[in-house]
C-alpha cells in the first residue's frame, strides 16, 4: 500500500462556486497547495478577480465570474471554464445564501432567493458539467463535492426557513445524485460545515468567543479544517465515500 499520494490533486482541475471568499476561498487554497489548478466563480467580479490574484501566489488560480444563481448564468459559468479545460474534475458546489426573518414574516423572495442558489443551482451547474466531469474520469474518478450546513442536520434557534430547508434538501440530493452518477465514475459527496468565520456566518466572524463556548471542540473552524475536508473528498482518499455528508462542526451537532 502507497499512501503517499492519496492527498494529492496534482495535475487535476477544481471549479469553485462561491470561490471568493469564505469557505470557498479555503478550499481553493487548500486544492492549489496540492497540486490543483483551480477556477473560482463569484457573482461580484471585482471581488473574485482580487481572489485569484492573491491565490496565485500558490499555483495556478483563474477568476470566472458568473451569477449562477439563474440557469443562464450558470449556462455561462460553463462556458466560461470551458475556453480554458476541456474537462473537469472536481466541482464544489458552494456558492449559496441565508435570509433570516420571524415566521409571521418570511417573505417569498426570502424563500426563492435561497432555495434556487442553495439547492437548485448545485443539481443544474452539476448536469451542465457532468460531460466535462465524464471526459476527466478516466484513470481516476471524477467529484462532485456539495456545500450543506449542520443547519440541514439539527436545528439551530435562528428563524433560517429557507436556509435550513435548502441545506436538508440539498444533504438528499447529494445521496440521490450520487446513486446516478456512479455509473458515470463521478462521485458525488457533501460536507456540512459549522462554525466558521464568513461573511455569511458574522456571529462566528464577529463573536468568535462566544460562539467557541457552545463548541465542544472550545473553537470555531479554520481555513485548515475545511480544506482538509474537501481534500480528502476530492482526492483519492475520498474515492469510496459516495453520497455521505462529511460534518465539519467541532462536535456541534452532538451537543444539540
Sequence with gaps: MDTTQLFSLKGRSALITGGSRGIGRMIAEGFLAQGARV???ARKAAACDQTAKALSAFGHCVSLPADVSTLEGAQALVAAYAKHEDALDILVNNAGAAWGAPYDEFPESG???VVDLNLKTPFFLTQALTPMLKKAATDHLAKVINIASIDGISVNPQETYSYAASKAGLIQLTRRMALRLAQD??????????AF?????KLARDHGDEVK??????????????AGAAIYLAS???DYVMGSTLVVDGGVTHAR
Aim: neutral net charge.
Design 197 to 201: 468565520a464568513s461573511d455569511m456566518n
Design 39 to 41: 477556477y473560482i466563480s
Design 111 to 113: 424563500w426563492d432567493k
Design 213 to 226: 463556548e457552545r463548541i465542544p471542540a472550545g473553537r470555531i473552524g479554520v481555513p485548515e479544517d475545511m
Design 185 to 194: 465514475r463521478i462521485v458525488v459527496s457533501a460536507i456540512a460545515p459549522g
Design 236 to 238: 483519492r482518499a475520498g
